[in-house]
């Protein structure tokens, strides 16, 4: 038994120690490679990480060019809305006008009593021949419809977009080349007159103009600033040309009729004795009657007539009191 121990413990010691305290040299080396790879890991893997994602990440400030095409987009339809919108607005109010002007009926003045109707039913509310409200319908009209067709992208006769916002701005500019005009006429030829219809007119076509030219960038205005220019100077001179030929006509026509009633008069009545009376003239003068009584006096032209006379009573009164007295007025009875 004892030769037996003697035998068998030193090598089940001797294996035990082996395994305890002396590796192998490919044990060894392959920890220290294990360690020194961790280690390795642990000291890139804060650095690496954020760099990862940083590159992985689009940058903010620099938006994809679909982004940008459907901000684009959506700025555009809603330009087109309002111009749809307010064009509808203009229609509306345009086509009552209209009614009232081919109807010659009176309309209704919010603001200022009866000055609204002074203004439609007056010379300056035809243009050519024309009647404004119905022009103005037309414009209206035009300008929301190509606001639906832009915004539905559905342009007839082949038109494409960038041709429909050309026109949507000819169209606007035109609109608000005529609206400054008419304001301009309103408080030269009418003052003192107020008008809400021309006023809500006025403010509809600026807010087209000027919603219609945010649209455009700035290049793309001062590529069309010519254009919208000549365009803004043509419906000037064609308003002022209107205008021009409407006096000469109304003046001529007082004339001739003042003439016809001088002859009239009948020499025999230079013998009657009769005692003068003084007729008072109640209506007021329109702001184109004083401008026509101030032109005549500048000219020298002279009314002659008689106090008894009831159609040079009749001239008068449709002169108006405040135009009547600028007349050069000569009484023809003894």
């Known amino acids: 038994m004892a030769s037996f121990l003697n035998v068998?413990?030193?090598?089940?010691?001797?294996?035990?120690?082996?395994?305890?305290?002396?590796?192998?040299?490919?044990?060894?080396?392959?920890?220290?490679?294990?360690?020194?790879?961790?280690?390795?890991?642990?000291?890139?893997?804060?650095?690496?990480?954020?760099?990862?994602?940083?590159?992985?990440?689009?940058?903010?400030?620099?938006?994809?060019?679909?982004?940008?095409?459907?901000?684009?987009?959506?700025?555009?339809?809603?330009?087109?809305?309002?111009?749809a919108g307010l064009g509808g607005v203009g229609f509306l109010e345009t086509a009552y006008l209209t009614f009232l002007k081919l109807t010659n009926s009176d309309a209704f003045c919010p603001i200022g009593g009866g000055n609204c109707g002074d203004v439609l039913s007056s010379d300056y509310a035809v243009v050519f021949g024309v009647p404004l409200p119905l022009i103005g319908m037309i414009s209206y009209g035009l300008v929301?419809?190509?606001?639906?067709?832009?915004?539905?992208?559905?342009?007839?006769?082949?038109?494409?977009?960038?041709?429909?916002?050309?026109?949507?701005?000819?169209?606007?500019?035109?609109?608000?080349?005529?609206?400054?005009?008419?304001?301009?006429?309103?408080?030269?030829?009418?003052?003192?007159?107020?008008?809400?219809?021309?006023?809500?007119?006025?403010?509809?076509?600026?807010?087209?103009?000027?919603?219609?030219?945010?649209?455009?960038?700035?290049?793309?205005?001062?590529?069309?600033?010519?254009?919208?220019l000549c365009i803004a100077s043509l419906v000037i001179f064609s308003l002022n040309t209107s205008y021009?030929?409407?006096?000469?006509?109304?003046?001529?026509?007082?004339?001739?009729?003042?003439?016809f009633h001088l002859c009239l008069y009948d020499s025999s009545l230079a013998n009657i004795d009769l005692e003068y009376f003084t007729t008072e003239i109640t209506t007021p003068s329109s702001p184109f009657a004083i401008s026509l009584a101030r032109?005549?006096?500048?000219?020298?032209?002279?009314?002659?007539?008689a106090f008894w006379c009831s159609h040079c009573q009749e001239q008068k009164q449709i002169f108006g009191k405040e135009a009547a007295e600028l007349l050069n007025y000569v009484e023809c009875f003894p």
């Open 8 to 83: 068998t413990s030193p090598p089940f010691f001797s294996s035990r120690t082996t395994l305890s305290t002396s590796p192998t040299p490919n044990i060894t080396a392959q920890l220290s490679q294990f360690k020194k790879g961790w280690c390795w890991k642990l000291k890139c893997m804060p650095s690496s990480g954020p760099s990862q994602e940083t590159e992985s990440e689009p940058p903010e400030t620099a938006p994809s060019p679909s982004n940008s095409a459907s901000l684009m987009s959506s700025s555009s339809v809603s330009t087109y809305n309002w111009c």
């Open 144 to 228: 929301a419809a190509l606001g639906l067709q832009l915004s539905g992208k559905k342009l007839p006769f082949g038109i494409d977009e960038s041709n429909g916002r050309l026109l949507l701005l000819g169209c606007t500019t035109s609109m608000a080349a005529a609206s400054g005009y008419f304001l301009y006429m309103l408080s030269t030829k009418f003052s003192g007159t107020s008008c809400s219809y021309c006023l809500l007119s006025a403010f509809l076509s600026f807010s087209l103009f000027f919603i219609t030219l945010k649209d455009f960038g700035l290049e793309e205005i001062q590529k069309f600033l010519g254009l919208q």
């Open 244 to 259: 021009a030929t409407l006096q000469p006509a109304q003046l001529k026509g007082i004339c001739v009729l003042t003439f």
């Open 295 to 305: 032109h005549l006096q500048s000219i020298g032209a002279k009314m002659y007539g």
